[in-house]
């Protein structure tokens, strides 16, 4: 009896080895077939990171501003310390807007057309008939504007040719009405700020004009960056290097 028990004992170790050694040959053809396509990986197990795009558009548009009413207006804001808070807007080469640069030597102006301090006048861009600059929540901008629009945007869109705050031979525009308030630009854009003492701000609200295409017409040159004039984009004005003429071009009218 000792002796059956021992070779069945005997007989069920053999098949364990051996059921074993092919477990262990299986797995070693499983690797041998993994190392042959050099570690692959499946396709369920891989991902694709979808491409990155950036908006590279300079001149975004601006939406216009809530409104408060009737015939009433914000406000009126106290100009920020120059270099503190995010800029609203871009500058034309896609880079970190940089405070103004204080005044350097101006460029050699020329008279403008109608431009004579003292008066008061509207700029109508040549390439948008029936528009004119005007101040709109205290930024630069140009709108329609016509005979049949409200005495509001009438008075928005018309300014007094002052001699320029930094440079008489230029001219700096005062708001009609917001007397001692100028239009001037601040990281490129134009805003409508009051007046203080700094030689900063004479600078910025300066543009010495020049004669445009026709004759009739004038550009606006910035006084402390001479390579650049007043331009408009999608509603905006700034201060910009552009070869674009007829955003850098505008006729002189008379107010109304």
């Known amino acids: ?115 004579t301090p003292g008066t008061r006048i509207g700029l109508e861009p040549v390439t948008h008939p029936g528009y004119r600059v005007r101040h709109r929540q205290f930024l630069g901008r140009i709108d329609p504007v016509g005979a049949g629009s409200s005495a509001l945007d009438k008075a928005d869109s018309t300014f007094t040719v002052r001699a320029g705050l930094a440079d008489g031979r230029c001219v700096s525009l005062e708001a009609v009405n917001y007397p001692g308030y100028y239009l001037r630009h601040q990281d490129f854009a134009i805003h409508l700020h009051r007046r203080d003492a700094t030689a900063l701000f004479a600078a910025d609200a300066t543009f010495c004009p020049g004669t445009g295409p026709t004759g009739r017409d004038v550009s606006l040159r910035s006084y402390n960056y001479p390579d650049r004039h007043l331009v408009h984009r999608q509603s905006r004005l700034f201060i910009a290097a552009t070869g674009d003429r007829g955003a850098m071009t505008f006729a002189v009218r008379s107010s109304w």
Not at 13 to 24: D, E, N, P, T
Not at 60 to 81: C, D, H, L, M
């Open 1 to 115: 009896m000792r002796m059956a028990v021992r070779r069945h004992a005997r007989a069920l170790s053999w098949r364990a080895r051996a059921a074993l050694v092919a477990l262990a040959m299986v797995g070693l053809a499983a690797l041998g077939s993994a190392l042959t396509r050099g570690g692959e990986v499946p396709p369920a197990a891989l991902s694709e990171t979808p491409p990155v795009t950036e908006d590279l558009s300079y001149w975004p548009e601006i939406p216009e501003p809530a409104a408060t009413g009737p015939g009433k207006r914000t406000p009126s804001p106290t100009p920020s310390p120059r270099g503190t808070g995010t800029p609203t807007t871009p500058v034309e080469e896609k880079v970190r807007a940089t405070p103004s640069r204080p005044a350097v030597a101006a460029p050699s102006p020329t008279t403008g057309p109608a431009l």
